[in-house]
Nanobody, 116 residues
């Protein structure tokens, strides 16, 4: 089992920045990728950004050049730096860990609201 705990969500104005963090615990040895997904009201959950143990990064087109994902492998954490936030970034953001043999693990989600 892997437990993921997110932090850092909140209410911000358009154009602002916000940082999300996620800490993994438990069977972290099996993790080969960590990242972030989001789900807006009435929409499906979608990929935001992922980062593998080997350093391969994948961003959704909608967040490229605005969001930056990073990991601290020693601390088993993943971070998402979000800049130039837009109203369409409003969603619940979920931390994700992909594990060898076991598939995906998810955090409980943290709300990000971008509104003036």
């Amino acid at each position: 089992q892997v437990q993921l705990v997110e932090s850092g969500g909140g209410l911000v104005q358009p154009g602002s920045s916000l940082n999300l963090s996620c800490a993994a615990s438990g069977s972290v040895f099996s993790i080969y990728s960590m990242g972030w997904y989001r789900q807006a009201p009435g929409k499906q959950r979608e990929l935001v950004a992922t980062l593998t143990n080997g350093g391969i990064v994948n961003y959704a087109d909608a967040v490229k050049d605005r969001f930056t994902i990073s990991r601290d492998n020693a601390k088993n954490t993943v971070h998402l730096e979000m800049n130039k936030l837009k109203s369409e970034d409003t969603a619940v953001y979920y931390c994700n860990a992909e594990r060898n043999w076991y598939g995906a693990s998810w955090g409980q989600g943290t709300q990000v609201t971008v509104s003036s």
